[in-house]
């Protein structure tokens, strides 16, 4: 039998997709799995489905408007297991994705364990399970917040969330994950999540264009130079030398 994990999920007005969300729960939680929503403010506060009225695995915590990373903090805060997977509201985790991402994390609790998407391209390999550079996310983000598992303990030597950050806060959790706490990066090539890609009603892309760009330059700083040595570093120095140039902080 696997080790239990426990969902996290925050969620502000998302009333649109909590039928599915709770639909998803009741098909993919093992008896000993544990789910936790915190809702960050919603104006009309999440309401639990009847048929999950007295289930032990949920626990909702209604702290107000408190910010995405502070909520994923309270949530992972009040985890009753130390295996801890992340899925956004609007998002599907398929039959599977529990079991393979425990599995791994009982073997191997210092890295960060990414599913892939079904929207995601295939990839033309012998391997099960591949490592990502750091480094890599300079380039571009191939990772799927809520397709994240990862041991509380990474979370914890990590400092947890930013809760300073209007977005990015998942790019700069993973870039401090692997600097400060020396934790890898692995994804499975299994595709194990089903994501929410439609524009009107994604759930966390309503940021402005400029904010974004201008909160990911400030992420990527800040670890610029503690990533280690790769292939992909050297891309990303030629792409933004100015940012590599600075002076650590």
Known sequence: MRDPITIITTVRDGDLFLDRYFDNLTGILGTNDHVVVVDDGSHIPLAIPENWYGDRRLLCLYPGKIGRGAALNLAIENSPTDLIAIQDIDDISLPGRLDRQA??????????????????????????????????????NPLHHSALAMHRSVWARAGGYATDLPCCIDLDFYLRACTRAKADIYRLQERLIDRNHDPANRYFAQIPERLYHRTRNSVLARYCRDLPCSGWQIIAKLRMPTLFSRRKA
């Open 103 to 140: 599995d791994v994390l009982s073997d191997s609790p210092d890295r960060l364990v990414f599913a892939s998407s079904l929207s995601d391209p295939s990839c033309l390999t012998l391997r099960n399970m591949h490592p990502i550079s750091p480094s890599r996310l300079y380039v571009s």
